[in-house]
């Protein structure tokens, strides 16, 4: 090998380990306060700081800012757990902000001692003394990696407030400490925080800190376009999508792409495939809206990625109650599995076709509006004709029928007499509704004895009624 060879190859080497050197050093962190329930908006947020540490092989953080103490409830900080988990967002760190109180007095005892902050009256009579920063009075430019430059120009915040006492730090302070202690590299959060960013960069320069960079995510519009999306829209708690049967896959899918794009054709994302299509640079500077149709089309997407078990097991639950009663069969919860699968957008729909009865004529002999089985212009006499001849056809055929063999049975003769006036009969026959699946599909389900059983009942019926 030539010297040449020598350091080309070293000259290679030492590039890549200094991308993957810069790159490893990138740190993100979600940073939620435990003062209400976990938002949608909260998983998005999360996610794109995920997603940009995990692309860029850096670190991910989670910080529970829970020092409010009036209220931090910890049924909200565990709901953020169960959101991380049931999203499938692993964080590397968990920190509670809590924890760094004595290292946030410290820095504050420093701000202090180098006349950066001093005591001073609260912003209301009696409210006693507080602790303000010492503003320089100067402007400031960030660049946005979402928003592009801002320009602030600091002397509008005045002296502003970083702790209630020499004891109480407050947002600001604490924030600037953990993220630098942490450090933190990229701090991507909501846009709502635009505002409080200069302040923290005068604390983070006061303090001799490396300012972050820092990325601003557009809030989520509601369904009118103009408002932020509230909780009097629509469900914003995350868990109650959990609750209600999405699928993580399909939320997280949904909620990346609400102000984000990739820029291809492509709508189904995995978690790992929005991984490594993230960047901050798609990422829009205005509101994204929240489309609810589109999450149940996405989650309908990706239902028809489950297997029939994993189907069955997921609508399961919405039948314990009946399965505890004599009428519960499981050889036609199984055949139904599939037509229930294909009307399935979200567990809600099934929910809405059990309490709607919809379902209910798989299980129990429907009640018969004889006025109802005769099709449009159609006569008593024919009806009951076809019924019959109906079920002398299906009366021949064995236990172990199928559709297909059932329909080009019958299919000619109800083509010969009237479409309409043959099958619809024996639909509503066997189903009792104006609407079910086709006739044939219900023979399947139904089976030869309940089938034969239905359509002779409803020729009785007819026959009874003279009218
Ligand atoms: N704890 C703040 C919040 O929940 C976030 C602070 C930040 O991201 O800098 O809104």
Redesign the pocket.
Known sequence: MSMFNKYFIDYRVFVTLLIMSTEKNIVTRM???PTGRFHVGGIRTAFYNYAFARKHGGKFILRI?DTDKERNQKEYEDEIYEVFKWVGMDYDEVYRQSEHLERHQEILRNLIDNGNAYEAEGAKDGSGNVIRFKNPNKEITFSDEILGDITVDTTDLGDFVIARNNQSPLYHLA?VVDDYDEGVTH?I??QE?VANTPRQILLHEALGFTTPTYAHVPFILGPDGKKKLSKRDTNVAALDYKEQGYLPEALLNFLAFIGWNPGTEQELFSKDELVNAFNLEQVQKGPGGYNLEKLAWLNKQWLNKRTEQEFRAYIDPLFNELRDTPIYREEVMEKITPLIRERTEVLADVQTMITEGELDYYFVDPEINTEKVIWKKGTKEDTISHLEKVSEMIGSYSEDWNKEDLKSHIFPYADELGRGDVLWPLRYSLSGRDKSPDPFTLLEVLGKDTSLRRITSTINELRKNTG
């Open positions: 940073a939620p306060s800012e924030v701090v959060r909501a925080h």
